[in-house]
């Protein structure tokens, strides 16, 4: 089994609907990310969380919300899905103590039409 | 600013080195890395540098550090079909809470 496992794994829906993207580990770490990967832009953080009650905005937050769940589930929302939020989406995880290596999930790629 | 750029494509013929560049902006990053991704998978650590050291070495990874010109290289030794992938640099800033990545270089192996 995946340490960092990412649901759905593909996904298609409509403009304007609202959408979570689940991520659940089992690496033991507290801190968790979400970002999105876009052709020539990279890897971009949307929300990072360092414990079950710390949520932090990353550089790209708009249109986005999170929910720490538990220590090992870190959930995205689109509340209103755009078509120019259509991407690869990875969650992550690392833990405090290292040396800042992260651990990914495999991706959800997410389609707004 | 926390910019970590990369060109995005480069070719190379099986057999011959790659090496890889990234500049990044943040003087206070403590270590760098380089990230693997392959086709439809996350991204993977491949190696790490400290930003005390100059050169890292392993197996056939070399990673070069010039820290007065903010750059990261990665070269790759007799470079493989299977080396074929995305590779990112990231650096890890603001007291080590933060990591930053590159655009990313899709790495294309050719026979």
């Known amino acids: 089994d995946a340490d960092v496992t990412q649901t759905p794994r593909n996904r298609i829906t409509k403009t304007g609907k609202r959408i979570m993207l689940e991520c659940s580990q089992t690496?033991?770490?507290?801190?968790m990310y979400w970002y999105r990967q876009d052709p020539g832009l990279g890897l971009r953080l949307i929300y990072y969380?360092?414990?079950?009650?710390?949520?932090n905005k990353g550089e790209i937050s708009d249109g986005y919300s999170v929910s720490r769940q538990a220590q090992a589930k870190f959930s995205l929302s689109l509340e209103s899905a755009i078509p120019n939020q259509t991407a690869l989406y990875f969650c992550?995880?690392?833990?405090?103590?290292?040396?800042?290596?992260?651990?990914f999930g495999q991706g959800t790629r997410l389609t707004v039409v | 600013g926390e910019d970590v750029e990369q060109s995005l494509f480069l070719s190379v013929r099986e057999g011959d080195s790659s090496v890889i560049n990234c500049t990044y902006t943040?003087?206070?990053?403590?270590?760098l890395y380089w990230y693997k991704q392959e086709p439809g998978a996350g991204l993977q650590l491949l190696t790490y540098?400290?930003?005390?050291?100059d050169m890292k070495q392993d197996q056939r990874l070399t990673v070069l550090l010039n820290k007065k010109d903010k750059h990261l290289s990665l070269r790759i030794a007799d470079t493989q079909t299977g080396d074929s992938a995305i590779y990112f640099c990231?650096?890890?800033?603001?007291?080590?809470?933060?990591?930053?990545f590159g655009t990313g270089t899709q790495l294309k192996v050719e026979l």
């Open positions: 540098i400290f930003s005390n050291m």
């Open positions: 990231a650096e890890l800033t603001e007291g080590g809470n933060k990591l930053t």
């Open positions: 969380s360092f414990d079950v009650k710390d949520i």
């Open positions: 943040d003087s206070s990053s403590t270590y």
């Open positions: 992550a995880t690392s833990d405090h103590g290292s040396l800042g290596e992260a651990f």
């Open positions: 690496k033991g770490h507290d801190r």
